[in-house]
DNA sequence: GCCCAAAATGACAACGCTATCATAAGCGTG
DNA sequence: CACGCTTATGATAGCGTTGTCATTTTGGGC
């Protein structure tokens, strides 16, 4: 008698936890139809089916999803590494992968790389073992290492951010150069001709990397000084971004507008121009990118590009569920594009 | 024979990811010593360990972590509900918490409530039956089945937030009164007199509730009118601080400083002042609370109440820990208290 | 009343791993 | 060289669930 110690005893008192075996013992059926009745209740008598509630109540068994999960193959659980989780740029994309898993009941685990893509591959490698059934990743740079990982785990895999290049497998996102030259190409119009970049740090950072192209390829374009840039030592940051700000002012004195990399530096060059009493855009035009709340918000509110963060984070949770739905396993990538925000720290645009 | 298929293919290329069983056979020894060799590496011979690890390389194993915590009722899993990941509050706790487990190989699952007790619940239901091996929550106020889920759960459970109050089990945070309480004595030695209070929307948030009640026992110990409040309907956001500030002077125009419940609300407050060209602190002095990073860079920078958000995670998950090494399961509050940080958005004390 | 399909339920085994206990091998000691 | 003692390895079984297939029951249609 497998289960002699249960059955003698007839309750879930055992060790606190009742199983499928309780509930049926007390419902007056096998395990199985308790699986079933909770699983597919329709396929399960309604008489029996309300027995089984019943005794589920009674007893307060909930399912063990560990065992099932071992069981059945399918844990449940999606996988994310992002570079932070306390900038609104990657929570809010999670918040969307996670309110688009929860109606289909996966949950999400989630993991910090600080943008280091061996810490990346660390993560992956300790997600990977818990059998997740699809990995979300930020980024399209990863190390072979980890591209190894994912082709033997041989689980869907979304990479959301730069559209650009060769997805290992699907990709959501927005083209980094494309928006920040149609930023820069808005500022033109706005009349600036000695467009600053002042440019995240840059370090495994793939996203601040495109963003630096695209500057650097429309000032060309436009046949614009392209060597007005600074990089920022530091995360960006409310501070860095002012100081970095600083710095561009001071090695080109004349420039006429700052471009931001994100809406965070563009913020704390905002201040900084607070400080010095400038008038913005009077004395200096300001543009951050992302789109972030605050941005719109702040005294004169910025000129941004904004990118839809919360949908790519859906979509990509989306694209995970379709292939597990069962569709084909082909390469995608999904352009979620962008839009540029006229705010009032930059000129508006002339002949407009 | 159980694995005459895996055995006669002989190789780990039954279905592409190896077990336990193919490495054992490939290393000549069972598979009880390779997982021996993975967990208690000191417990088996250097010589076997090599071919082991050779073994395991070759056939590119990672170990079932599912089966794992299955088989051992160990799921190495930590779970946290929190109000919102978007919001640096809750973000940078969650981020305590994930660096602390990251430590020591445990996981992070998380879920969002926005704040309704009753998603808490659902998310807590649908975690447990994961297993987790604690539980990380908001707040200190839950459902009635929340409360006995985790009763019956009888897992460890850390409540971060406010700290006053009995712990379901154990709790991390400050006293939100108190913290208020000190802010406004704060503010009552610069000279201010008529202190209006910004509050975040109160609904399922006993955060807000607290402050408030902290508010009102300050202002009324200190002889000062306690009804200059005005409450945010919307969640507390840059616009929403700054019209909710804007309708505190137009019912209380004689208002000498407003003490935002949020340093967010603190910053659409100062927009709003900038916006009317109202010198702060000079026409009105402006104090936030939670002590995040922007506060500091505002032009002028925001006195606020800085709290360790990220200790509190940290602390939070050491706790856990602790309990599952084996430390006595006795009620704990651990207070991590608060720290005023004055800065030039409130005139300086006086006599000081 | 009989037959057959559909509906409802059950028996059995196995997922990959590890807890438990047992066995084997090494090794200094009297 | 038998003894105990440590170190190294293995055999067995089972964690709670569900996939698969088998069996029983139900309910018309003739």
């Known amino acids: 008698m497998l289960r002699a110690k249960r059955t003698i005893t007839g309750s879930a008192a055992h060790d606190g936890r009742a199983t499928l075996h309780d509930v049926a013992h007390l419902a007056g059926v096998s395990p199985i139809t308790v699986s079933r009745a909770l699983r597919t209740p329709e396929l399960v008598a309604a008489a029996t089916r309300a027995r089984i509630e019943t005794a589920v109540a009674d007893t307060g068994y909930v399912p063990d999803l560990v065992a099932r999960s071992f069981r059945s193959s399918r844990s449940g659980v999606i996988a994310a590494v992002v570079p932070s989780i306390d900038t609104s740029q990657y929570a809010e994309m999670l918040q969307g992968v996670s309110d688009e898993l929860r109606r289909h009941h996966l949950e999400l685990m989630v993991g910090v790389n600080g943008l280091s893509l061996v810490q990346e591959e660390k993560l992956l490698r300790a997600f990977i073992g818990r059998r997740p059934e699809g990995v979300v990743l930020s980024g399209t740079e990863h190390t072979p290492a980890t591209r190894a990982m994912l082709a033997r785990a041989g689980i869907p895999v979304v990479e959301t951010g730069s559209i650009s290049g060769r997805p290992l497998d699907m990709k959501v996102g927005y083209s980094e150069e494309k928006a920040v030259a149609a930023l820069v190409a808005y500022l033109h119009r706005c009349g600036y001709r000695r467009i600053g970049f002042v440019c995240g740090p840059l370090d495994d950072n793939e996203r601040a990397k495109r963003r630096r192209k695209g500057y650097l390829g429309a000032v060309q374009r436009l046949g614009l000084a392209a060597d007005r840039i600074v990089t920022l030592p530091a995360p960006a940051g409310v501070r860095s971004g002012a100081e970095a700000f600083a710095a ?76 597990l739905a069962g569709a084909p396993a082909r390469r995608r990538s999904v352009d979620l594009g962008f839009t540029i925000l006229p705010r009032q720290s930059t000129r508006p645009p002339r002949g407009g």
């Open 248 to 323: 561009l002012l001071e090695r080109w004195p004349d420039t006429d507008c700052a471009l931001c990399s994100s809406d965070i530096i563009a913020v704390g060059a905002l201040f900084e121009c607070q400080r010095r009493g400038w008038p913005v855009p009077d004395r200096i035009g300001l543009a951050g990118f992302l789109g972030l709340d605050l941005a719109a918000e702040t005294v004169p509110p910025l000129t941004t590009v904004k990118v839809a963060r919360y949908d790519i984070g859906r979509e990509a949770a989306a694209l995970l569920l379709g292939r």
